[in-house]
C-alpha cells in the first residue's frame, strides 16, 4: 500500500502561483508513475499532469502547457506541481495519483492509488 498526502492548495488571485506537493509513504520502494487530478464542483475528475518515476517523460492537459509544472524528488517521495498564471478555471480540488503502469498515464483508471486532495481556489 502506498498513502499519498498532497499540500499547497489554497487561494490566490488570477496571475499567482502555487506549488503543491504530494508525499508518498509505505510502501515506496516501487517505480511508481505519478499524476495529478482535479476536480472541479460539478464536473468529472480530470487529468492535470504526470510524470514517470524518473522524471524523464511528463505528460499535461493541453490547457495548462507553459503553465504548469510536474517534477519529481525520489529521495524525498515526493511530486510537485507548481502552477503558474493561475485562472480562475483552475479551480478544483486536486488529487495525486500513483501507478506502475506506464501507459495511459491521463487516464484515471490507470492509476491505483489517490490521495484525498487539496483545494485551489483563484479568484477573479
Known amino acids: 500500500q502506498v498513502q499519498l498526502i498532497e499540500s499547497g492548495g489554497g487561494l490566490v488571485q488570477a496571475g499567482g502561483s502555487l506549488r503543491l506537493s504530494c508525499a508518498a509513504s509505505?510502501?515506496?520502494?516501487?517505480?511508481?508513475?505519478m499524476g495529478w487530478f482535479r476536480q472541479a464542483p460539478g464536473k468529472e475528475r480530470e487529468f492535470v499532469a504526470a510524470?514517470?518515476?524518473?522524471?524523464?517523460?511528463?505528460y499535461y492537459k493541453e490547457s495548462v502547457k507553459g503553465r504548469f509544472t510536474i517534477t519529481t524528488d525520489n529521495a524525498k517521495n515526493t511530486v510537485y506541481l507548481q502552477m503558474n498564471s493561475l485562472k480562475p478555471d483552475d479551480t478544483a480540488v486536486y488529487y495525486c495519483?500513483?501507478?506502475?503502469?506506464?501507459?495511459?498515464?491521463?487516464?484515471?483508471?490507470?492509476?491505483?492509488?489517490w490521495g484525498r486532495g487539496t483545494q485551489v481556489t483563484v479568484s477573479s
Open positions: 509505505g510502501r515506496t520502494g516501487r517505480r511508481y508513475n
Open positions: 510524470t514517470t518515476w524518473s522524471g524523464g517523460s511528463t
Open positions: 495519483a500513483a501507478t506502475l503502469n506506464t501507459v495511459a498515464l491521463r487516464s484515471r483508471v490507470a492509476y491505483d492509488y
